[in-house]
Structure formats: C-alpha cells, structure tokens
C-alpha cells in the first residue's frame, strides 16, 4: 500500500470551509464526484451557506431542489430569471417549500420568474413566515399570492419604486368582503 497523498490528510471541516468559496455550482458538482471525502466535504459545505443565488445559471427544478435541501442554515434565497434562465417551475417552489431550511429564510427573490404562478407562490410563501424581503417583481402572480404574503409574512418590508424601505403598520392589506 502506498503513501497516504497530502491532499487526502486534510479533515473534511476544512475541505468543507474551502468549498464554501467556490460560488460555481458546476465546480462544485465536479469537486463532489472526486471522491467520498470531497463528497461529504460539498455536503458540509452546502450545509454552512447562508446564501444560495441561481441568479446566472441554467438551473430546474431537480437540482435547484438539490441543492437548496443540503443547504440548512440558508437565510437568503435569489432563485431570479436570468439571462440564461434560471428554469424554476411551481412544482420546484413547491419541493423547496418542503425542505428544512425555508421557515428560516428571511429573503427571497423571484423576480422575472414568468413561469410560476400563484400556486406555487403560495405554497411557498405559506412556509416562509421569517421572511423579511421578497421580490417578486416581473412575475405574474395575483392577488391570491398577494394575501398569501400578507398572511404569512408579518416581518416583511415593503419596497416600493421610487420610495424607501419601509414597515407598514399592521394590517397591510383590508380583507373585508373576501370570503
């Protein structure tokens, strides 16, 4: 048997602390089929993150899922459309609205997203109580994910266009004659 290489002597909390500074979910992807240490190594590096953005990759739901389910301490969630179209359906917000961390997210973007609609916002937003920011701009969600929010969402402030950030006094919408 040969000699047991350097890299392989590293512990697994600093392999972790390493792959944490890797923001390219290929790399990451690649790092984690090196071997069963590496692996375990992403895991635990998924895991430490606090924030997680898809903004700029070809992403669906499957590995956006993946992804957002090792991830137990995230805070903040930027899963917006861009360029390369970030492919987010109903049924992936519905599957991160499943998993451990959402009760603790205190932000979320969703902008662009024309591919979702007031279901899958909903269900979502229904797990998301600590939700502190929300951007749903350029989707085409109605009022029905409107009174989920205001529901759902006591700690959130409202940004409006051309005004600062501010913390409406409570309630923030009027439900009278909405059965």
């Not at 290929?26 to 090196?34: F, G, M, N, Y």
């Not at 939700?131 to 700690?155: K, R, V, W």
């Amino acid at each position: 048997m040969g000699e047991e290489a350097e890299i392989d002597r590293l512990p697994i909390d600093l392999l972790a602390h390493i792959f944490v500074l890797i923001i390219s979910f290929t790399d990451l992807a690649q790092a984690r089929s090196v071997c069963k240490k590496w692996k375990q190594g992403v895991k635990q590096s998924l895991a430490r993150r606090e924030t997680l953005s898809f903004a700029g990759w070809k992403m669906d739901d499957d590995s956006t899922v993946r992804i957002v389910r090792h991830a137990y301490n995230l805070k903040e969630l930027d899963i917006s459309r861009s360029r390369w179209g970030c492919q987010i359906s109903d049924n992936g917000l519905r599957e991160i609205s499943l998993v451990k961390c959402v009760s603790n997210l205190t932000s979320i973007s969703l902008w662009g997203m024309t591919g979702i609609t007031d279901k899958g916002v909903v269900q979502l937003i229904s797990r998301a109580n600590s939700l502190q920011h929300l951007n749903i701009g350029g989707t085409f969600i109605t009022d029905e994910s409107l009174f989920a929010i205001a529901n759902n969402c006591p700690q959130l402030k409202v940004s409006l266009p051309g005004t600062n950030t501010f913390s409406p006094p409570r309630p923030l919408f009027s439900f009278k004659g909405r059965t």
